[in-house]
């Protein structure tokens, strides 16, 4: 199994070949829009890339985080936030080494598109039990995770692995309310199939 150092450099490489995910994915969107957050409230973008999500939560007037493994995703992050006159902090760090040094109870709101599929289970189940320590009672995790029937070409790039839906659970099981959804699309020649997870702390 690929460790977290191998694959912040797989990703590193990726992001130094082209501009990786422009537009912030829309469940995420849809899911932040209905939840009515607090103006100022503190969001986590977990695996922020070249900083779409990011730059979306920065405009709806979120405190924002964004943490990436990559300096060359985070140096793009930046860019684009300061471009439109927004502010994030941007914290570059393995994950799940790097929540280590975030406090308890620090957010009220937490997302990952596509990020944390690409450890192992036992990583990624250490990732999620993080983030549930340092989210606020009542904060939410939205979370984007690739399900069964997607193309082998989609996951063959940045590695990373597909998860049943008993395993999503099983993976989640420290949050007190969870949703799963199922989104699917084609892309090409390619399917894509998402786990669109939405959990919440208890209060």
Request: hydrophobic share 40%.
């Amino acid at each position: 199994m690929t460790t977290p150092t191998e694959i912040v450099q797989v990703w590193d490489t990726i992001h130094k070949s082209r501009v990786w995910g422009s537009y912030p994915n829309e469940a995420i969107i849809r899911l932040v829009k209905r939840a009515r957050f607090e103006p100022y409230a503190r969001a986590l973008d977990i695996g922020c890339g070249a900083g779409a999500n990011t730059w979306f939560l920065a405009r709806e007037n979120f405190t924002v985080t964004g943490i990436d493994g990559s300096a060359t995703a985070l140096i793009r992050a930046a860019d684009r936030i300061a471009r439109d006159g927004l502010h994030a902090d941007l914290v570059q760090g393995v994950i799940p080494d790097v929540f280590k040094g975030i406090r308890d109870k620090s957010f009220d709101l937490a997302v990952d598109s596509y990020c944390l599929y690409l450890l192992s289970l036992d990583e990624m189940f250490t990732a999620i039990n993080e983030v549930h320590r340092i989210l606020r009672p009542g904060g939410r995790f939205i979370s984007l995770v690739f399900a069964p029937a997607t193309s082998p070409a989609v996951l063959a790039e940045g590695g990373g692995q597909v998860l049943s839906k008993p395993q999503v659970f099983g993976q989640f099981k420290s949050f007190s309310v969870v949703s799963v959804g199922y989104e699917s699309r084609a892309e090409g020649e390619t399917s894509v199939n998402t786990w669109v997870v939405s959990a919440t702390k208890e209060s």
